[in-house]
T-cell receptor, first 113, second 109 residues
Framework: DTGVSQDPRHKITKRGQNVTFRCDPI?????LYWYRQTLGQGPEFLTY????????KSRLLSDRFSAERPKGSFSTLEIQRTEQGDSAMYLC???????????FGPGTRLTVL | QKEVEQNSGPLSVPEGAIASLNCTYS??????FFWYRQYSGKSPELIMS????GDKEDGRFTAQLNKASQYVSLLIRDSQPSDSATYLC?????????FGSGTRLQVQP
């Protein structure tokens, strides 16, 4: 257990529904990342926050995806109008100041029916 | 596009043997390199980081980096069945990690 928590751990939804995931990083970590991982692939970068500022977004992050970190603590990732191709493990990672080592949470597994 | 390449395996070794996992990367300017272990259905777990050319040892694990050849490797000595997992190589590019697709290691008892 790295100290990064994610909720829910599993989510099953129907195509077209909206879903929201939450990540609670280690408290003193100022940087937070979201990744997506599909079966047989490594995690792919989605977006990155430093404190409350969203500094970078991947081209993978379509308009249906939005992420926030309102007070520089926990973060949420919302997917609107889910598609079957959104089925994946969504991973959150946090990094302490003056480090580049990322510590991953347990992930949220999304299944879109 | 920056790439990290790994052989998908499976790499099968007998218990007690040395497992050698390899990774190449495309961005010559990369400075930070990581090995993560991932059990099926779980999230990646950091094993080691390496930043300088040469070897870095931590218990049964040794990471090797050759920036001129753009090559990173991980050696696991005295492999145990509990080491059976997928090993992910990751490169910092620079503000996000780029991962390879992983090598699946099977340690046969």
């Amino acid at each position: 257990d790295t100290g990064v928590s994610q909720d829910p751990r599993h989510k099953i939804t129907k195509r077209g529904q909206n879903v929201t995931f939450r990540c609670d990083p280690i408290s003193e970590h100022n940087r937070l990342y979201w990744y997506r991982q599909t079966l047989g692939q490594g995690p792919e970068f989605l977006t990155y926050f430093q404190n409350e500022a969203q500094l970078e977004k991947s081209r993978l992050l379509s308009d249906r995806f939005s992420a926030e970190r309102p007070k520089g603590s926990f973060s949420t990732l919302e997917i609107q109008r889910t598609e079957q191709g959104d089925s994946a493990m969504y991973l959150c990672a946090s990094i302490p100041l003056l480090s580049d080592t990322q510590y991953f949470g347990p992930g949220t597994r999304l299944t879109v029916l | 596009q920056k790439e990290v390449e790994q052989n998908s395996g499976p790499l099968s070794v007998p218990e007690g043997a040395i497992a050698s996992l390899n990774c190449t990367y495309s961005d010559r300017g990369s400075q930070s390199f990581f090995w993560y272990r991932q059990y099926s259905g779980k999230s990646p777990e950091l094993i080691m980081s390496i930043y300088s050319n040469g070897d870095k040892e931590d218990g049964r694990f040794t990471a090797q980096l050759n920036k001129a050849s753009q090559y990173v490797s991980l050696l696991i000595r005295d492999s145990q069945p509990s080491d059976s997992a997928t090993y992910l190589c990751a490169v910092n590019e620079p503000r996000a990690l780029t991962f390879g697709s992983g090598t699946r290691l099977q340690v046969q008892p």
